[in-house]
T-cell receptor, first 113, second 113 residues
Framework: ETGVTQSPTHLIKTRGQQVTLRCSSQSGHNTVSWYQQALGQGPQFIFQYYREEENGRGNFPPRFSGLQFPNYSSELNVNALELDDSALYLC????????????FGPGTRLTVL | DAKTTQPPSMDCAEGRAANLPCNHSTISGNEYVYWYRQIHSQGPQYIIHGLKNNETNEMASLIITEDRKSSTLILPHATLRDTAVYYCIVRVAIIQGAQKLVFGQGTRLTINP
């Protein structure tokens, strides 16, 4: 059973740039959720994808967008990066029919300069 | 919209039981309580969850009060590897079929030799 993987592990961008983060869900999981974790804080829910569509969204602006592919992998895109976007970005996969556990990946550390 | 309150830090001696409290006084009747832990900014690791009954698994026990306004995570024989930030989480419905985990600030648990 393959766990949740994310790429890249670290990334440095400058203000105004755009970034794409990638997530491969655990084998057999059809739902992917993305979270943002600022330093010293708990993770905050960004959005969830199921069947290639956004299936719920947290309090994040539209410049945060995502995709889910037929193989259930997912991308998080952030446009017009701001300094406050510096954070650990986590994805978690689960089975929508059995959401008892969300399995988290190791995260991507994004630094915006 | 964090729905949980935890002490910011706790210490426990190795080999003793670690009891981590959590208040969730605004929890709704169909919202589950989850516990995850996070080590060194890795992805959060699932520990246990419950609705209203006490639960036990190979990692821990979860005691939920009858009024469901608080709970306690018990690590029965803490080891140094249990040093981590522990999050008490409420799983909230977004829309039908979609759930999100609402993290609080967590408790930094330090296991001392």
């Amino acid at each position: 059973e393959t766990g949740v993987t994310q790429s890249p592990t670290h990334l440095i961008k400058t203000r105004g740039q755009q970034v794409t983060l990638r997530c491969s869900s655990q084998s057999g999981h059809n739902t992917v959720s993305w979270y943002q974790q600022a330093l010293g804080q708990g993770p905050q829910f960004i959005f969830q994808y199921y069947r290639e569509e956004e299936n719920g969204r947290g309090n994040f602006p539209p410049r945060f967008s995502g995709l889910q592919f037929p193989n259930y992998s997912s991308e998080l895109n952030v446009n017009a990066l701001e300094l406050d976007d510096s954070a650990l970005y986590l994805c978690a996969s689960s089975l929508v029919a059995s959401p008892n556990e969300q399995f988290f990946g190791p995260g991507t550390r994004l630094t915006v300069l | 919209d964090a729905k949980t309150t935890q002490p910011p830090s706790m210490d426990c001696a190795e080999g003793r039981a670690a009891n981590l409290p959590c208040n969730h006084s605004t929890i709704s009747g169909n919202e589950y309580v989850y516990w995850y832990r996070q080590i060194h900014s890795q992805g959060p690791q699932y520990i246990i969850h419950g609705l209203k009954n006490n639960e036990t698994n190979e990692m821990a026990s979860l005691i939920i009060t009858e009024d469901r306004k608080s709970s306690t995570l018990i690590l029965p024989h803490a080891t140094l590897r249990d040093t981590a930030v522990y999050y008490c989480i409420v799983r909230v419905a977004i829309i039908q079929g979609a759930q999100k985990l609402v993290f609080g600030q967590g408790t930094r648990l330090t296991i001392n030799p």
